[in-house]
């Protein structure tokens, strides 16, 4: 199975300011029609650790996921989080095996 996902840690203050923020970036890359909008996002937040959260973001792969990184509105993107952010975020980046079951 091909496939690669991206977790992002991170702490904030200002969830809905971070929720506003992706929701922007999302819009603008859909309005733009643009091939290179990732498979599937997830945000989540951690029931027994308040104000940490985990963005999941799906990819076709490795590679399409770095050309993601590299493009200039992902900089912008990244930098406008990170003062939403309190404290640097972590990055997991998983080759993805396997997937169980189609529930969404």
Do not use: H, W
């Not at 990732?38 to 050309?67: L, Q, W």
């Amino acid at each position: 199975m091909a496939g690669f996902v991206q977790i992002i840690e991170y702490r904030t203050s200002k969830p809905d300011e971070v929720a506003a923020l992706g929701d922007e970036f999302q819009k603008s890359r859909e309005a733009d029609n643009d091939s290179a909008v990732p498979g599937r996002g997830m945000t989540c937040a951690d029931r027994d650790n308040p104000g940490r959260y985990f963005t999941i973001v799906e990819f076709d792969s490795y590679d399409a996921a770095m050309e993601n990184s590299k493009r200039s509105d992902t900089s912008e993107f990244a930098a406008k989080m990170m003062e939403l952010c309190d404290g640097a975020p972590t990055f997991y980046n998983l080759d993805l095996l396997q997937v169980q079951g189609t529930k969404n």
